[in-house]
């Protein structure tokens, strides 16, 4: 009796197509996501299943497929990025998916065009079955989750209904996540006084004045190690980047900070910012000469955390134990779109193939038995969820 071909499963060639599309976001210089977008939905109207485009940005479209269920005033989305970090530093060809074993590699492989292929498959799973599912299912793949999250923040705003549970697609290798971190990101500007090097006492040194801040930070950082969530741990905070001076014999008038702030559950970005800024005009206050600008955040996205009581957390959970999955709830420590959809009262999880370590590295793979399981275990759900 032979054995089946990884390959041979459809889902493998739908990711297969999806990595070869170069669609790294814009803000790194790549193309965005119209080639994958016009992928999907010929994908959806191939299959006959009703589908269309909501263009978000110039040229940059979310793509909706909808299969009509039994109930039409209730919904389950399934939710998946387009989008790619870029392919600088590379060591693998970033749009050639080559397969060895049960591995793919390739730029966006795991992150999160496996569960993009997997969400894709199931829906038409679900369309073919020849059972009208109990609910309305909804896949929504979106632009910018890499960048400032505009895909998911149109798609809310253009849902007429709130769908009433959310699977969104990033690598937890099958596990299904409730709870995930937020994020705040922001700059402090040290703005000094400059000098000729050979007398600084007529000058204020910004990196001098910043060395302070960054001092001031690590020693809190200690502080919130101390502080455990249950499932996404402790919060962190980390000094991504740090620039400042002009040449060598000038004393530096200006030093600037990028931060990267995480969130666990339960904390409060507006207490969070005070917090930074109490800390950084203590500061300001033992350097005369020097001001401290802090700027308004690029990114302020809160963590989340979904009850267990919810029904998408038991469909998931009855799911899990059917396909021989773990049914455990955990929570992950990265931000993505899921976030924004359980502020706008979704009650959603995180769900897909791949590890986070294979995401954004430079060479990127993802598991093929585990995307083949979460075709699997997708359109398991969409019945599952109807009957909880």
């Given at each position: 009796?032979?054995?089946?071909?990884?390959?041979?499963?459809?889902?493998?060639?739908?990711?297969?197509?999806?990595?070869?599309?170069?669609?790294?976001?814009?803000?790194?210089?790549?193309?965005?996501?119209?080639?994958?977008?016009?992928?999907?939905?010929?994908?959806?109207?191939?299959?006959?299943?009703?589908?269309?485009?909501?263009?978000?940005?110039?040229?940059?479209?979310?793509?909706?497929?909808?299969?009509?269920?039994?109930?039409?005033?209730?919904?389950?989305?399934?939710?998946?990025?387009?989008?790619?970090?870029?392919?600088?530093?590379?060591?693998?060809?970033?749009?050639?998916?080559?397969?060895?074993?049960?591995?793919?590699?390739?730029?966006?492989?795991?992150?999160?065009?496996?569960?993009?292929?997997?969400?894709?498959?199931?829906?038409?799973?679900?369309?073919?079955?020849?059972?009208?599912?109990?609910?309305?299912?909804?896949?929504?793949?979106?632009?910018?989750?890499?960048?400032?999250?505009?895909?998911?923040?149109?798609?809310?705003?253009?849902?007429?209904?709130?769908?009433?549970?959310?699977?969104?697609?990033?690598?937890?290798?099958?596990?299904?996540?409730?709870?995930?971190?937020?994020?705040?990101?922001?700059?402090?500007?040290?703005?000094?006084?400059?000098?000729?090097?050979?007398?600084?006492?007529?000058?204020?040194?910004?990196?001098?004045?910043?060395?302070?801040?960054?001092?001031?930070?690590?020693?809190?950082?200690?502080?919130?190690?101390?502080?455990?969530?249950?499932?996404?741990?402790?919060?962190?905070?980390?000094?991504?980047?740090?620039?400042?001076?002009?040449?060598?014999?000038?004393?530096?008038?200006?030093?600037?900070?990028?931060?990267?702030?995480?969130?666990?559950?339960?904390?409060?970005?507006?207490?969070?910012?005070?917090?930074?800024?109490?800390?950084?005009?203590?500061?300001?206050?033992?350097?005369?000469?020097?001001?401290?600008?802090?700027?308004?955040?690029?990114?302020?996205?809160?963590?989340?955390?979904?009850?267990?009581?919810?029904?998408?957390?038991?469909?998931?959970?009855?799911?899990?134990?059917?396909?021989?999955?773990?049914?455990?709830?955990?929570?992950?420590?990265?931000?993505?779109?899921?976030?924004?959809?359980?502020?706008?009262?979704?009650?959603?999880?995180?769900?897909?193939?791949?590890?986070?370590?294979?995401?954004?590295?430079?060479?990127?793979?993802?598991?093929?038995?585990?995307?083949?399981?979460?075709?699997?275990?997708?359109?398991?759900?969409?019945?599952?969820?109807?009957r909880v």
């Amino acid at each position: 009796m032979s054995v089946p071909n990884i390959t041979d499963h459809p889902v493998i060639k739908t990711l297969s197509d999806l990595v070869s599309i170069n669609s790294v976001n814009p803000e790194w210089g790549g193309p965005g996501e119209a080639e994958v977008a016009a992928y999907v939905r010929k994908f959806f109207e191939e299959a006959g299943v009703e589908v269309r485009e909501e263009e978000v940005l110039p040229g940059r479209s979310n793509v909706l497929a909808r299969v009509p269920g039994k109930d039409r005033s209730r919904s389950l989305l399934f939710e998946a990025h387009m989008d790619t970090v870029t392919v600088e530093g590379m060591t693998i060809e970033p749009f050639e998916p080559r397969i060895e074993g049960n591995l793919m590699w390739g730029r966006g492989s795991c992150d999160v065009k496996a569960g993009l292929a997997a969400m894709m498959q199931a829906v038409v799973g679900v369309a073919n079955s020849g059972h009208v599912p109990p609910q309305d299912l909804i896949l929504a793949a979106v632009v910018d989750e890499e960048h400032e999250f505009r895909g998911v923040t149109h798609l809310i705003n253009s849902l007429e209904t709130m769908p009433a549970g959310a699977v969104v697609a990033e690598p937890t290798q099958l596990e299904i996540a409730t709870a995930n971190k937020g994020v705040l990101r922001w700059r402090i500007l040290a703005h000094g006084k400059s000098a000729h090097s050979s007398k600084p006492d007529l000058g204020a040194s910004a990196i001098t004045a910043m060395a302070d801040v960054v001092k001031a930070f690590d020693d809190d950082n200690t502080q919130l190690a101390l502080t455990e969530h249950p499932l996404v741990g402790a919060p962190t905070c980390n000094i991504g980047t740090i620039q400042g001076g002009d040449q060598v014999n000038f004393v530096p008038a200006l030093c600037v900070i990028k931060i990267d702030r995480r969130l666990i559950p339960g904390e409060v970005i507006e207490d969070v910012a005070f917090h930074y800024e109490r800390m950084i005009r203590e500061i300001e206050s033992k350097h005369d000469g020097v001001r401290f600008e802090i700027e308004p955040s690029t990114i302020a996205d809160a963590a989340m955390e979904t009850s267990v009581d919810e029904r998408i957390v038991g469909a998931a959970g009855m799911t899990a134990d059917e396909q021989g999955l773990g049914s455990r709830p955990i929570g992950v420590p990265f931000g993505c779109d899921c976030t924004k959809l359980s502020r706008a009262g979704i009650p959603s999880i995180i769900f897909g193939p791949g590890s986070i370590d294979q995401a954004h590295t430079a060479d990127e793979f993802v598991n093929l038995r585990e995307v083949e399981q979460a075709c699997d275990f997708l359109q398991a759900i969409v019945h599952e969820f109807g009957r909880v």
